[in-house]
Nanobody, 126 residues
């Protein structure tokens, strides 16, 4: 099993920044990719950003390109999401996820991920 612990959510004004962290423990040697998903009230869960663990290649949803940056620290088994120029439409619960199965499939599909964090609330006021 893999355990994921998230931190860094909070309340910010539009245009502000937050940095989310996700620390993984357990069978982390099996990690293929990690990603961030978010879900707003009344909306479906959507992909935000992902990172391939072997080489750090990132992927982003079109809605956050140029504003969010994903990174990872292999030694610490930790993933980060730097969120800049936040907008009210970024308001959601953000979830950290880990995918163990080796695959070249895109990182955008939530059902491909095996482990999930508890979620952290991000609220952006206008």
């Amino acid at each position: 099993q893999v355990q994921l612990v998230e931190s860094g959510g909070g309340l910010v004004q539009a245009g502000g920044s937050l940095r989310l962290s996700c620390a993984a423990s357990g069978r982390t040697f099996r990690t293929n990719a990690m990603g961030w998903f978010r879900q707003a009230p009344g909306e479906e869960r959507e992909f935000v950003a992902g990172i391939r663990w072997s080489d750090g290649d990132p992927g982003y949803a079109d809605s956050v390109k140029g504003r969010f940056t994903i990174s990872r620290d292999n030694a610490k088994n930790t993933m980060y999401l730097q969120m800049n120029s936040l907008k009210p439409e970024d308001t959601a619960v953000y979830y950290c996820a880990s995918r163990a199965l080796w695959t070249i499939a895109p990182m955008t599909r939530w059902n491909d991920y095996d482990y999930w964090g508890q979620g952290t609330q991000v609220t952006v006021s206008s």
